[in-house]
């Protein structure tokens, strides 16, 4: 198994090459998303999360016209925003399709990260013990698999390039 760092280092020759650099991926989506478009209303899920295909931030980054961002955003396929007005989405990972895709969370500082690899795996740590026994009452009634335990989900993880090496290759680039 290539771990994070092996992962974002061949990513990162292929987008410095530009061979072999796939399309931003547009195809296949992950099979959880129209789970939660269906759950969209649902109030346990409405307390964390909205679920939108264009969070107010991302438009806000893409409104700046730095190419490097609008270039790395265009491989993130939005399903929503935290409470807090902060984008999550699939983030293609260097891949044409965002089936299998992880899920990343994009700050108010432009800091990228990997959440897990669904949008449970974010909820889990987000809601903590004490909505735990909600989070996997909406996970039952939405037909989805419970989150993973932290050290699951770091090691479901360890495959991935690092998505805020690959923001900042895209924005050096993009600055000559």
Known sequence: MTDRTEATGQLLRRLRSEAGVPPAARDVEPPELPVWRRMRDDPFLAEFFTVTDTPRAVEDYLADGHPGVARFLADILWIGESDNDLPI??????ASTFAGAPVVFVDDEACVKLL????VDFLGPWVGELGAEELLDFCHRAGLRPPLSKAEREAALQGYPDPQRVFEFFLDSANG
Not at 116 to 119: D, E, N, R
């Open 116 to 119: 897990g690899t669904s949008l």
């Open 89 to 94: 989405g699939y983030w293609s990972a260097g």
